[in-house]
């Protein structure tokens, strides 16, 4: 976009555009959105009105999920919105967040960067991807509770089943069956208008309302069904949240290796099948040069191979590595201890270590 492509740069004509190219100063209470993404776009008024969000991710390539064909739809139904505007004002609403804990990136408490003066350069850079591990480095040193919506932010729909076309504004390409998606009646081409009665550009927006859901409870949809418009109610269970896969987020990093003490990932299905139960496997301990690194695992015995079939004594909690990794964030104080069941040679042991 800053090169200007010409598969949109008729739309860009239409827009004030600014690029912003680091998070030192940022204004949290407007600019609120999924700070692991590669690129992020907002649409705003002048008057600080969000009209909608672009940009998506789902994996570490943070290329596969944006589109110039979704960015231009996303633009066109922006100018849309800007079109009726202050007319749909009441609509937009909700498009901002609530204020925010901290005001700017370097206002959050311990987060681990260093403070200097922006200059442009990358090395005297906040990246959008510390303020999320910043604000969970601060809460957890400050002993505040450490929500689902904190630790598995910014949902896509697939967690509920439903999976949209990358290259349309927010058109349903596919539907999971025995999902929430599926007993919602959601049908393979319904074009979402809204949800929870926000006016949806791109699959961000649909993050954008995901993110700021209960964790339990219905959501209001309408969408466009061949031309005629449809009342749906996407039902939200309890615990949906951790069901997305959140192992390419960066915020993982310092929770891994500082926190947990070792990252781990799925182990094979034969592995699985051998354990009896879900597992994960041991991938690796923490590198040298990691400040205030948690080696307690790694003194009690654990190692690099070793099967974890259950994290004291419950195998749902290692399903996946977010689960094992947010379980510790929610449920355990500095100090605390966590007892992992693994498998290595065919036997079975426990390994109890500290978490920091």
Not at 102 to 115: D, L, M
Not at 182 to 204: C, T
Not at 208 to 235: C, I, M, T, Y
């Amino acid at each position: 976009m800053a090169r200007r492509s010409p598969e949109v740069a008729d739309l860009l004509d239409q827009f004030v555009t600014v690029r912003v190219i680091q998070a030192y100063g940022l204004d949290l209470s407007l600019f609120q959105f999924d700070y692991n993404l590669t690129w992020a776009v907002f649409f705003l008024n002048a008057d600080r009105t969000v009209y909608g969000r672009y940009g998506t991710r789902s994996e570490l390539d943070g290329q596969r999920d944006v589109t110039l064909d979704g960015f231009r739809r996303a633009a066109e139904a922006a100018l849309g919105l800007h079109k009726h505007y202050p007319a749909n004002k009441a609509a937009l609403a909700k498009k901002t967040g609530p204020a925010p804990e901290w005001k700017t990136p370097e206002a959050i408490p311990h987060a681990q960067w260093k403070q200097v003066k922006a200059d442009g350069t990358r090395g005297n850079c906040i990246h959008c991807h510390m303020i999320d591990t910043g604000e969970l480095q601060a809460k957890r040193a400050e002993g505040k509770p450490i929500t689902d919506r904190d630790f598995w932010p910014y949902p896509k729909p697939d967690v509920l089943g439903l999976r949209l076309d990358p290259r349309e504004r927010a058109t349903v390409e596919a539907v999971e069956p025995g999902t929430p998606a599926e007993r919602a009646e959601f049908k393979p081409g319904d074009k979402l208008l809204s949800l929870e009665g926000q006016p949806l550009v791109s699959v961000a927006d649909v993050q954008w309302v995901l993110h700021n859901a209960p964790d339990a409870g219905k959501l209001a949809a309408e969408v466009d069904r061949g031309g005629q418009k449809r009342s749906l109610a996407l039902e939200l269970p309890a615990g949906w949240r951790k069901g997305q896969d959140i192992a390419w987020r960066n915020y993982l990093w310092p929770v891994r290796f500082q926190v947990v003490g070792f990252k781990s990932g799925p182990a094979a299905d034969a592995d699985r099948k051998r354990a009896g139960a879900p597992a994960l496997v041991v991938q690796e301990l923490p590198p040298s040069f990691v400040r205030n690194r948690n080696d307690g695992p790694q003194k009690a015995g654990l190692r690099k191979g070793d099967r974890i079939t259950a994290a004291d004594g419950k195998p749902e909690l290692v399903r996946d590595e977010g689960r094992l990794l947010g379980y510790v964030m929610q449920a355990k104080k500095p100090g605390d201890e966590l007892t992992l069941t693994v498998l290595r040679d065919g036997k079975e042991r426990a390994v109890t270590f500290a978490v920091k």
